[in-house]
């Protein structure tokens, strides 16, 4: 078991430094000044040039550049934004939990309605009502997230005029940024008006959090569905029929935990794929989240913070993935302790 | 498969026939082919079948509506966009794009995986891990993450689109292929080889490859529906085709200055887009479930 944990943190490190070097050999690779691409300032005079070529070792070899960017990096220094002159890390620090209270919403969807559909569908595999569900889950992971999401917003904003079309909350409602969560803002910035202001969010949140869950929630029924299935055929089901267990106790006690097991990995990789989502439909809904941040950023060709978000998310989808990783191996005792770690 | 032969006109169906007995029985898998076949004809037939050329203004008639609406018009079956262009000639051509380069993408993807992938299932110790390392980092890596990357350091369009696409399939393939070779490797067949002396080139090409086809179809077909719908995606973004190119996504984002008045001008280009998705899906399943039944009867 030390010995697994050692292996992923060794994994951990070694795919973390790959990203922190990637991200450091960027502004070398992008169109323009590469004193620009680096400090997000355009230095307006000589003096000031030089001023910058000293705080970020320009003149000094690759490796002493490497270890001043190492430096601000792990001091929260992340340089400025080129287009806005504000400080990467505050903005990141304000875009990112935006993107993932999204997520987690999806994903909290996803778990709660794709599993337990998944298993119910897979124990009853073959009667009327499984087909209906496998094939709503080919049509709903097929759609085009991004027109999905127009979709909605005809269906429900236009035509209906039920809910809101974009943005978090009303900018009626006064909520302080704390955590970035705005239903944690919201009841800790002490309004007058707290459960109009949770109603609010929960409303704009619906649509955005639709769209990406279907798909995400599709992906999980046919995973879980696959896997119950796969299950129910083994040896010690059949075992535990003929001694007599019910269905239920059976389902409980034997078939629960084992179809969870291979889940768990195929999850882990659609992270990204939800990231991805999430990113897309919040440049749809205005979500002030971190997608919506880069894809700004790309327009203006902002590179100082596209360097800094694409460094922090693909730092946030690695970790996440690799310690899902961790977890499905250590919980799994018959996967192999010798095998190699991988994300 | 080798069986015992009494009578002369008993015959067996090879493995190939036995999959496409068993793709058969599902309807569904059957209509899901036939849609692609269509659109397959169209990618390479548009310039025949569009009934107007896709950049051809008719100013006569703006925002057209589809023709079984009122005030719409035989002439332009599915109406007309802001600047009076077919919407059917532009649909068309713009499967042709969609399609034709996601199936570049995921031709390029399967070669280059494939091949990285063998080599990575047939190397030992630090190599092996390097490689393996190296790839699995980059499947964790959001798509539209490694497209914003490359569209930052070469630009926006098409070509480089497809590019970052590739990118983020590829491991795909790697992460596939080298599991089955390892698992391959270690069986009989290939141990049989060995003792004959084949190197390890060889024993993947003549021996671990052909067992490997259905694998690589299987990813391939999962491979085009997220390349159909990364393509669109970054279409859609602005990030991918521009203009004059037409690609659907790219269609979808232009019309949305004119939702309001015109919403099927929305609508039609993603139907379309779900339509490819849908098809190439449930072949895909179909596929998936007949291989795993072919030996079943």
Not at chain 2, 112 to 141: C, E
Not at chain 2, 225 to 246: E, M, R
Request: hydrophobic share 55%; proline share 4%; net charge neutral.
């Amino acid at each position: 078991m030390i010995k697994l944990f050692i292996r992923y943190i060794n994994l951990m490190v070694i795919t973390i430094f790959a990203l922190v070097l990637l991200s450091f050999m960027l502004p070398f690779f992008f169109p323009g000044d590469l004193l620009t691409n680096i400090s997000g300032i355009t230095p307006q005079s000589l003096e000031q040039r030089q001023a910058l070529e000293k705080a970020f070792a320009l003149n000094e070899s690759i490796f002493v550049q490497f270890q001043v960017y190492l430096s601000n990096f792990f001091a929260g220094d992340w340089g400025v934004s080129s287009v806005s002159q504000l400080n990467l890390y505050d903005e990141i620090a304000y875009a990112f939990p935006a993107t993932l209270e999204l997520m987690l919403y999806a994903l909290f969807v996803a778990t709660f309605v794709g599993i337990p559909v998944g298993f119910l569908s897979g124990l009853k595999h073959h009667n009327p009502a499984d087909m209906g569900v496998v094939t709503f889950s080919i049509v709903g992971y097929s759609f085009p997230v991004f027109w999905l999401a127009l979709v909605f917003i005809t269906l429900f904003c236009l035509q209906l005029e039920w809910l809101p079309m974009s943005g978090r909350i009303d900018l009626l409602f006064e909520v302080k940024h704390i955590t970035g969560f705005v239903f944690i803002d919201i009841i800790l910035s002490d309004l007058n008006n707290t459960k109009e202001a949770i109603e609010n969010a929960f409303r704009h949140a619906i649509l955005p959090t639709l769209s990406i869950s279907i798909v995400t929630t599709c992906l999980f029924i046919r995973f879980t569905r696959r896997s119950i299935m796969d299950v129910m055929q083994k040896g010690y089901i059949i075992a535990a029929k003929s001694r007599g267990f019910t269905q239920w106790q059976i389902f409980i006690k034997h078939s629960f935990k084992n179809a969870l097991i291979p889940i768990l990995p195929i999850l882990a990789l659609q992270i990204s794929t939800l990231v991805t989502n999430a990113m897309i439909v919040e440049t749809i809904f205005s979500w002030p989240g971190i997608g919506n941040w880069l894809i700004q950023a790309i327009y203006q060709q902002d590179y100082p913070a596209i360097r800094a978000g694409m460094l922090v998310v693909a730092l946030f989808v690695l970790t996440l993935t690799i310690t899902l990783e961790f977890i499905t191996r250590a919980i799994d005792p018959t996967k192999d302790e010798t095998a190699r770690a991988a994300v | 498969m080798q069986r015992f032969d009494l009578y002369q006109e008993e015959y067996h169906a090879s493995p190939l026939e036995n999959v496409w007995i068993e793709f058969k029985r599902s309807h569904l898998a059957v209509v899901g082919l036939i849609f692609i076949i269509i659109f397959l004809l169209i990618t390479v037939l548009v310039p025949i079948v569009a009934p107007y050329n896709p950049d051809l203004q008719n100013t006569n008639a703006l925002l057209l509506p589809p023709a079984w609406e009122a005030s719409g018009s035989v002439s332009h079956l599915l109406g007309t966009d802001a600047l009076g262009r077919d919407v059917f000639s532009r649909l068309l051509y713009g499967i042709r794009v969609t399609l034709g380069s996601s199936l570049f993408i995921v031709f390029v993807a399967m070669i280059i995986g494939v091949g990285v992938g063998a080599l990575a299932g047939l190397l030992r110790g630090v190599r092996s891990s390097i490689v393996n390392h190296l790839f699995d980092s980059i499947m964790s890596i959001p798509t539209l993450l490694i497209a914003i990357i490359v569209v930052a350091i070469m630009g926006t369009g098409l070509y480089n689109s497809m590019f970052a696409i590739t990118l983020a399939l590829i491991p795909q393939f790697i992460h596939q292929t080298r599991s089955f070779v390892k698992e391959e490797l270690s069986k009989d067949y290939v141990l049989l080889d060995k003792l004959d002396g084949a190197g390890s080139v060889r024993i993947f090409f003549t021996s671990i490859l052909p067992g490997m086809f259905e694998l690589i179809v299987i990813q391939a077909t999962i491979a085009l529906s997220i390349a159909i719908l990364d393509i669109s995606a970054l279409g859609f973004l602005s990030l991918g085709a521009q203009n004059p190119t037409i690609e659907l996504g790219q269609m979808l984002s232009q019309s949305l200055n004119a939702a309001y008045v015109a919403p099927w001008l929305i609508a039609l280009p993603g139907l379309v887009i779900f339509m490819m998705v849908l098809s190439v899906n449930i072949v895909g399943e179909g596929l998936r479930s007949a291989l795993r039944n072919r030996f079943k009867h």
